[in-house]
């Protein structure tokens, strides 16, 4: 088959997604103009031409091609320079420029990569490949608009979603603060006329009337102390954190002496324990209520013993706060972390079972973790992590 009979095979067609894709040649020798027009043309594609380095830039700025065929060799401006005049174009970045080098011409072709071109192809042009290699080029573009589209597009959803939990979180807590500082007084009318009514009345009620009211005084408190933890709970929350350097051996020994009489006979260690960025009342918190449910667990034991300490894995240091006292079925261990979760009867060990989730609140706001491991009868052991203070 001569030169001009392949040229004029009829091939497949140019277009990619049915629309026909224009083509910006910059060539500036006539006759392969002419050829690479009917070839690209027999193609399916639409092609505009610019025999100059100058003209072409300006085309491209006026009919925003879908990809660029540029000849290398060219007078006056060639096609390095027009390669990384494109690029730096608006709208020179995505569009696709195959670059047309001499043969063998190593330099060139490295060059072409360096100055921003897509891929080259070598003269003389097997005219059968050049349509397949627009088309593929044109397909890879389109695949990598794609892509960046839909991760913007992802990006964009996720900052909503985001957003709007956010949103609903904070509603949320307003909501949950606002209504139990509301019942706040009208719990406090409650528990001021019943004591009252115990205190002037209570000879003139029947002992099944004495019995009740004792129940709503006591019931009565126990609302109260309720409310104030689930207020405690919010104000964690909501509140922000204040990063210091924080001695936690230090934090670790003024709070046994204060937690003392807990549990009078618990034998407390407090092992080493590495200074860490932190909100310190914050912290302090954390082991407080630790170590207060350390040693309310343990209260029954024979020799009740607590023991605060640090170890380390893969880096990251894991504190841990250990007692020998009633421990807990762990098959249940996730629901501890929830409000007003209770693995113990009221009877046995009073509380209200808020204790932990500020714990769990207040580390992951760190970036830490907590977890806890037991065994029925043989004590607990809590373990966190702390990251860095956000
Ligand atoms: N050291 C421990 N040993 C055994 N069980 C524990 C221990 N710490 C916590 N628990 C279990 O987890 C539950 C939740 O603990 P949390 O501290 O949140 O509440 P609480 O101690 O019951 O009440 P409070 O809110 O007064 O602290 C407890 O009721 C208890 O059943
Ligand atoms: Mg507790």
Redesign the pocket.
């Known amino acids: 088959m001569n030169a001009l009979a392949r040229i004029n095979t009829p091939n497949a067609v140019g277009d990619v997604a049915s629309k026909k894709r224009l083509v910006l040649l910059i060539e500036d020798e006539r006759t392969q103009r002419a050829i690479l027009r009917i070839v690209l043309e027999r193609d399916g594609f639409e092609v505009e031409e610019a025999d100059d380095g100058i003209k072409g830039l300006q085309a491209f700025a006026s009919v925003q091609p879908d990809i660029v065929l540029l000849d290398v060799r060219m007078p006056g401006m060639d096609g390095f320079a027009v390669c990384s005049a494109l690029r730096r174009q608006p709208g020179g970045n995505r569009v696709p420029i195959l670059m047309l080098t001499i043969l063998n011409d190593i330099e060139s072709i490295n060059r072409a990569y360096e100055v921003g071109a897509t891929d080259f192809i070598t003269k003389p042009v097997a005219w059968p490949v050049l349509g397949h290699r627009l088309r593929y080029m044109l397909r890879a573009s389109d695949a990598f608009e794609d892509l960046a589209k839909s991760e913007a597009e992802l990006v964009r959803r996720v900052a909503e979603r985001t957003a709007d939990l956010e949103t609903a979180n904070r509603e949320l807590e307003a909501f949950t603060y606002s209504v139990s500082h509301d019942l706040r007084a009208p719990l406090r009318a409650i528990n001021g006329f019943a004591s009252i009514l115990s205190a002037n009345e209570m000879m003139a009620l029947s002992p099944a009337g004495q019995d009740l009211l004792g129940r709503v005084v006591s019931n009565a408190t126990r609302m109260d102390q309720l409310i104030n933890?689930m207020l405690e709970f919010s104000r964690v929350t909501r509140a922000t954190l204040k990063g210091t350097n924080v001695d936690l051996h230090s934090l670790a020994k003024g709070i046994a002496e204060e937690l003392r009489d807990i549990n009078p006979a618990a034998e407390v260690e407090i092992g080493p324990l590495p200074a860490v960025n932190g909100d310190r009342a914050m912290l302090r918190q954390v082991l407080a209520?630790l170590m207060?449910?350390?040693l309310?667990?343990s209260a029954k034991k024979d020799k009740p013993r607590i023991e605060i300490g640090a170890t380390s894995s893969e880096g990251e240091t894991i504190y841990f706060v250990r007692?020998n006292?009633?421990?807990?079925d762990k098959r249940y261990a996730g629901n501890?972390f929830k409000l007003f979760?209770?693995?113990?009867r009221e009877s046995e060990?009073p509380?209200?079972?808020?204790?932990?989730?500020i714990v769990k609140r207040i580390i992951e706001r760190h970036g830490g973790k907590v977890w806890a491991e037991?065994k029925v009868g043989e004590g607990?052991c809590?373990h966190f992590t702390l990251g860095k203070a956000k």
């Open positions: 933890d209520n207060g449910n350390a309310k667990y007692d006292g009633a421990g807990f501890m979760r209770r693995l113990h060990f509380g209200t079972g808020v204790g932990l989730v037991s607990a809590f």
